[in-house]
């Protein structure tokens, strides 16, 4: 959709791309037959982003920066959304989901703060970041 601003995508363990919709607030799939299927997220301002395939077979996602939210998405379109904890806009304003060879889902913060989110349950840890780390937006 015009002005949806794709921002990531990823392969996804059915072989479709998975991509986040920025701005129109959705989780896209594409086959390779070029069928498109969008997923709306449960709030208005969930702006996703840093898509990745986590060793659950989920696709992994942020929400921020309004929501500060890790969630992930099955194949099968069911939704899942863990709160950071941390209040407030820009507070935490998740960016990038990675699998860790742990088996959790890490993510950056562009508060300057890399999290981890054991799979094994729904907590969500933050570990500070010492160095003058940044994600993509930011300089080092």
Do not use: C
């Not at 299927?37 to 898509?51: F, K, Q």
């Not at 969630?71 to 990038?96: C, D, K, R, V």
């Not at 950056?108 to 094994?120: V, Y």
């Amino acid at each position: 959709e015009a002005g949806s601003y794709p921002t990531s995508m990823v392969v996804g363990p059915d072989k479709a791309l998975w991509f986040t919709e920025f701005i129109s607030n959705r989780i896209g799939r594409i086959d390779m037959q070029g069928n498109i299927t969008e997923y709306s997220l449960s709030s208005a301002v969930g702006y996703p982003s840093g898509i990745s395939v986590g060793p659950d077979g989920k696709l992994w996602f942020t929400e921020g920066p309004v929501r500060n939210i890790v969630a992930s998405i099955s194949t099968n379109g069911q939704l899942t959304e863990y709160a950071l904890g941390t209040e407030g806009p820009f507070s935490a304003n998740p960016a990038w989901t990675a699998a860790g060879p742990d088996g959790a889902i890490w993510f950056t913060e562009e508060i300057g703060s890399i999290g981890r989110m054991p799979l094994a349950g729904s907590t969500l840890t933050d570990t500070a970041v010492t160095s003058e780390l940044r994600t993509h937006h930011g300089a080092r």
